[in-house]
């Protein structure tokens, strides 16, 4: 399918797999070394709250269905890795542009993690947009790439790992709501879970 500028939509469901120079762990790689780099401009203190998860008072369901969606995640990592980017087609371009902005949220609710004391729930920078910026611009970034390499089923595969991880983000909501109290409420009730709910 053409789009502008006369460039076209290259997408299949299945891509032909092969490791190669121009394959999705370019982007994959681009994305972890400037996540690393964040965290290591971060203070420890930083990094154990982003890291640090207490599973323990997790529903049996939520610990199943963020497992699940972790099978589904590693699947689309695969996918990125030995899939070869569909450079110069029209969703090359636009999974660009998609990852960078993913990238530059995930760098921003990192810093305003950084920035905020940890007795007070995180509210500024995307924090004000979302009470989990930080995946919604990981969802960002891998659809993004997903699109660059031009595979429906690392996209699908990426949504399902999304939509089935959600229930972390419930968990976790659930522990600040215990750990902040009424503080976290108002902010509950203030900003939507993602963008628009």
């Keep these: 399918m053409k789009g502008g500028l006369g460039l076209t939509i290259e997408m299949e469901l299945v891509p032909t797999l092969s490791f190669d120079l121009y394959n999705g762990w370019v982007l994959f790689a681009f994305f972890l070394v400037n996540h690393a780099m964040i965290f290591l401009l971060s203070s420890r203190k930083t990094v154990s709250r982003l890291t640090d998860f207490d599973f323990s008072k997790w529903e049996t369901r939520q610990r199943i269905s963020f497992t699940i969606g972790k099978m589904f995640s590693l699947i689309c990592i695969v996918l990125i890795l ?31 993690f950084n920035r905020t004391p940890t007795d007070t729930p995180i509210t500024s920078g995307p924090y004000r947009f979302s009470r989990h910026p930080q995946q919604v611009a990981l969802f960002t970034i891998f659809a993004g790439i997903s699109l660059a390499i031009g595979s429906w089923i690392a996209l699908g595969a990426h949504i399902i790992a999304r939509l089935l991880n959600s229930a972390c983000d419930r968990a976790e909501e659930q522990a600040c709501l215990e750990y902040y109290g009424e503080p976290y409420q108002e902010y509950l009730d203030r900003t939507p879970r993602y963008l628009l709910y």
């Design 82 to 112: 030995f899939t070869p980017l569909r450079i110069g087609s029209l969703n090359f371009w636009i999974g660009l542009v998609l990852l960078f902005l993913g990238i530059a949220g995930l760098d921003a609710a990192v810093i305003a």
